[in-house]
């Protein structure tokens, strides 16, 4: 069977991609706090961001395909568990994607001259792919959340201000742990959605770890973190009260956590907090940009 345009954009999970577009806004907007904004750095910064994720979202659709995780999974089509697509078919698509964002992120460095990110690209790369795949797959051992908050914190947003200034800055890094936490946040609640079937699977995520009631605690952390940054921070930059906005998106996703709703329920709580997640980073990379 040959999966349809719209089967491969289900598969790519774009309701995911705020987690990577939410970083590069934030970072551009540091950029722009300090006079350094540059367009196509920051445009390329955002190609090499998108493409790892479809990427990352395409390597896990193979390699928990193949190994039967997603066989009783509630959520979004999975191509390959499914069987719409081939699981060739599926790491081909994964493998375009992480060469799509090679060669617009070797462009980039050699662009600005910055040749020293090639290795956090390929240290990326690497930890797109082995999430879930590989011999022993770090997503299947509780790290999940970890590398999330790091490659869409601080790897994505001072990444995408260190290509256009040159220099790290505090609220660049303030902005990458509020990203980094509520990323994490987006894995937290999808894990605890999975949770029955990863753990009959043997995917020992750190929902599975945690047990229910810490996991939706460890959600309500994470997701919080973003406003109080914005809180803290606007004691120097007023403006950056802007962000506190996006509360009004996640609030109806915190009480579906708080109480106790599980599987079907939880989908719209991945939803509303991507969609929080880009609110704070478009209304805090304006603030940047004014303040």
Known sequence: MVATAGQWVAGARVRTLPNSVAPVIVGAGAAGAIGEFTWWAALLALVVSLALQVGVNYANDYSDGVRGTDDTRVGPLRLVASG???????????????????????????????????????????AAWFYTGGPKPYGYAGWGEVA??????????????????GEVTWPGVAGAVAL?????????????????TDRTAGKITMAVRLGDRRTRILYVVL??????????????????????????????????VTRGGDGLALIPVLRDTSLAMLAWAVLTGLALALS
Do not use: E, M
């Open 148 to 165: 999330v908050f790091a490659f869409f914190g601080p790897v994505a947003v001072l990444g995408t201000l260190y290509v256009q200034s």
């Open 84 to 126: 719409v697509a081939s699981a060739s078919a599926v790491k081909l698509a994964a493998f375009g994607c992480f060469g799509v964002a090679g060669a617009a992120g070797l462009l980039l460095v050699a662009l600005t001259g910055h040749w020293w990110l090639l290795s956090i690209g390929v240290v990326s790369v690497a």
């Open 223 to 256: 997701v919080a973190v973003p406003f109080v940054v914005s809180a803290l921070t606007a004691i120097a930059h007023p403006w950056l009260l802007l962000g506190l906005l996006a509360v009004a998106l996640v609030a109806p996703a915190v009480r579906t």
């Open 180 to 196: 980094g936490s509520i990323s994490a946040g987006v894995l937290v609640a999808n894990n605890l959605r999975d949770l029955p």
